[in-house]
């Protein structure tokens, strides 16, 4: 790897977004180099941009919770440097608590990562955007619609999802990740076992030709991670 130049400029707000994005899926790849998890969340909390040599140095706080046993918590922080169209990634730890520095002798204090932009075999549209991830916190099994905004086709409604009690992950429609790059998203979530649990809110949209009351979320980094726990 070339090293980078300096000269670089704190990033605009376009550069800011695009940073974001990268930050996010260079922290899944670090999350993986160190075994996997879950609950996995991204800090950006600097970000500048040299826009002679086209790179990035961003400052990066990566968390996430144990594969297995969830109680177990980590967190790395450090530097990635990177080219802008992703490529050329490379993570240098600055902080590690000490589950991550147990692991190490197997992962290093630096981190080569691939090429961090999304290339998508299907034909059409942008695959720019954010994973949506669900997690219900709730102790009943649930089932649940989304309205949310799709890169690729504008705003869609849809469902069921049914997730079991204390169940997290990345929503799927055919075989593929759901995905948004706007702050907002609307659900509406029922019980699923007969105990007449419901969440809603103020928002009306149809799905399959029914009306439903929706809640809104708001996430002002675009990457949306919704969970639910269960009503008292």
């Known amino acids: 790897m070339m090293p980078k130049q300096a000269h670089a400029g704190t990033c605009t707000a376009s550069e800011q977004d695009k940073a974001e994005y990268l930050a996010e899926k260079a922290g899944r790849e670090i999350i993986e180099e160190y075994g996997g998890g879950q609950d996995e969340r991204v800090k950006l909390t600097s970000c500048s941009f040299n826009s002679y040599t086209q790179t990035f140095k961003l400052n990066i706080e990566v968390y996430w919770s144990g594969l297995i ?51 998508s075999g299907s034909s059409g549209g942008s695959s720019q955007g ?17 309205r949310y905004y799709s890169p690729d086709i504008g705003w869609e409604v849809d469902g069921w999802w049914m997730f079991d009690p204390y169940e997290s992950a990345y929503l799927l429609a055919d075989g593929n990740r759901l995905k948004t790059n706007k702050v907002n998203m609307y659900y509406y979530a029922e ?17 399959e030709g029914i009306p439903y009351d929706m809640r809104k979320i708001e996430d002002d980094r675009g990457e949306t991670n919704l969970s639910i726990s269960c009503p008292r």
């Open 130 to 146: 954010y994973d949506i991830k669900f997690t219900n916190n709730c102790d009943r099994p649930v089932r649940f619609i989304i």
């Open 191 to 207: 019980s699923d076992d007969g105990s007449n649990l419901y969440w809603i809110g103020d928002y009306q949209y149809y799905f």
């Open 69 to 119: 046993f969830s109680f177990n918590k980590y967190n790395v922080d450090g530097y990635l440097e990177l080219d802008y169209d992703g490529s050329d990634a490379r993570f240098s730890r600055t902080y590690a608590n000490e589950n991550v520095k147990n692991l190490e002798l197997l992962v290093g204090t630096v981190i080569l990562l691939d090429i961090l932009t999304d290339e």
